[in-house]
């Protein structure tokens, strides 16, 4: 089996602080205190990262999956309420030799931040999960003064996007719950037309809130077949124990399935980056499949899915 994958992606969630009070948020870890409001400590923990991942002969991760490049992956919370602050992060993981990209719920994609950044991000994913007010009220995608990222805010962001990046990869998140399931995004996914539409089944982690069952969740999928070019999808199974991620403390951590809530490795600041690592019982398998090209979904059945490389699929694909 070939391992290799071109880009790692580290999932550094900089801030828990978000602008809107999404219910099925798995985003939350009691307020730690976030290194990126100390001093420099986030930049410190980046180079860390940058030592290991690029240099360290020692590294057992690309020892085992060899990877031709590191991408940070800035998530939250909401990263862009930090403003200026996340602007010198940005500036700082840019010059250590990182890729970026940027999780983010599009509220302050402003144009001056695609201005001045949208340039130096390889990947932006804007999380996105209904056409409908009453619905993203009703989730939680929401301010304080009643106002919601929507369609119309969603297809402006991406059209200037692309014009400050055209090579910028657009994905757009979809987290399937019990007030989306029955929804239809096909006429927005065509008209935005992202590289990727990435769809999750609501997590059962910290709380049950707008769960759907298995089946609710394939039948979501079934019927958006007719994007099956560019949308991937990602249960419950897909997402324990897969992704290399970092919380605002600056801790490596994990979901998993056997616990409740996380599971956290020591402050990569206070320790060789190896040892604060091993918290994380990666599926590499998993992990390697996510981040390799080509990989697309086949639909089995109406409530069956699977990740399968481009070279087993001769038709039927869905991502």
Not at 105 to 134: E, P, R
Not at 232 to 259: C, H, K, W
Request: with cysteine; charged share 20%; hydrophobic share 40%.
């Amino acid at each position: 089996m070939n391992n290799s994958i071109d880009e790692l992606v580290i999932n550094y969630h900089v801030t828990e602080v978000c602008n809107y009070s999404c219910k099925f948020c798995y985003a939350k870890w009691d307020r730690p205190s976030e290194i990126q409001a100390h001093g420099q400590d986030a930049e410190l923990m980046l180079e860390k990262l940058a030592d290991y991942f690029f240099d360290d002969n020692t590294n057992q991760v690309k020892a085992v999956f060899p990877y031709k490049s590191v991408r940070i992956n800035f998530a939250g919370g909401e990263p862009l309420i930090l403003k200026k602050r996340f602007e010198k992060l940005i500036i700082k993981t840019k010059l250590l030799g990182f890729n970026l990209s940027l999780i983010t719920n599009g509220h302050y994609l402003t144009d001056s931040f695609i201005d001045n950044y949208g340039a130096m991000f390889s990947m932006i994913g804007i999380s996105f999960d209904s056409q409908y007010l009453t619905a993203r009220e009703n989730i939680g995608r929401i301010d304080r003064k009643g106002k919601s990222f929507g369609s119309h805010d969603l297809i402006k962001a991406v059209t200037q996007l692309r014009s400050v990046n055209p090579s910028i990869t657009i994905k757009v998140n979809t987290v399937v719950n019990s007030l989306n399931y029955q929804e239809s995004f096909e006429q927005l996914i065509a008209d935005i037309k992202p590289e990727k539409w990435k769809v999750f089944q609501v997590l059962p982690v910290l709380n049950n809130n707008l769960l759907v069952s298995d089946e609710q969740f394939s039948g979501f999928i079934k019927r958006h077949a007719s994007l099956k070019e560019v949308m991937v999808a990602e249960d419950n199974e897909a997402m324990t124990n897969s992704y290399l991620m970092i919380n605002p403390q600056g801790r490596f951590y994990q979901n998993s399935a056997t616990q409740n809530g996380y599971v956290y490795g020591d402050l990569i600041l206070d320790v060789a980056v190896e040892q604060a690592l091993e918290v994380c019982e990666i599926n590499w398998e998993t992990f390697t499949s996510r981040y390799k090209k080509g990989n697309k979904i086949s639909l089995i059945s109406s409530s069956e899915y699977q990740i399968k490389n481009n070279a087993a699929l001769k038709q039927g694909v869905l991502a």
